[in-house]
Nanobody, 128 residues
Framework: VQLQASGGGLVQAGGSLRLSCVAS????????MGWFRQAPGKEREFVAA????????YYADSVKGRFTISRDNAKNTVYLQMNSLKPEDTAVYYC??????????????????????WGQGTLVTVSS
């Protein structure tokens, strides 16, 4: 599975961006998907995750209420809608796929080491 993240860019605080993650090579309809981010000088952290069906979604406390993860299995694509962006959201955002889609517990989907495939990242810069 190859994952291609896009949609990053420069935006002012309070603005919005929508990230997309398109999968190729095989269908991801049975995979749980996640978004992670890494800010300069910091470790990569969990942002959001969605179960294979889309029935379960999880968010880091820092983005809850501002970000929305969704998926379109027919398009083999996962999205991250980011609203009310803050300068502290500045980071490279990565999408990832968890092939063990049957286990959609939050404790699993927030753990980056359990993801099997990663995209290359897309840079989001939020200016104050």
């Amino acid at each position: 599975v190859q994952l291609q993240a896009s949609g990053g860019g420069l935006v002012q605080a309070g603005g919005s961006l929508r990230l997309s993650c398109v999968a190729s090579g095989r269908t991801i309809s049975s995979y749980a998907m996640g978004w992670f981010r890494q800010a300069p000088g910091k470790e990569r952290e969990f942002v959001a995750a969605i179960s294979w069906s889309g029935g379960a979604t999880y968010y880091a406390d820092s983005v809850k209420g501002r970000f929305t993860i969704s998926r379109d299995n027919a398009k083999n694509t996962v999205y991250l809608q980011m609203n009310s962006l803050k300068p502290e959201d500045t980071a490279v955002y990565y999408c990832a796929a968890d092939a063990l889609g049957s286990d959609s517990r939050y404790s699993r989907l927030r753990s980056e080491e359990l993801y099997d495939y990663w995209g290359q990242g897309t840079l989001v810069t939020v200016s104050s």
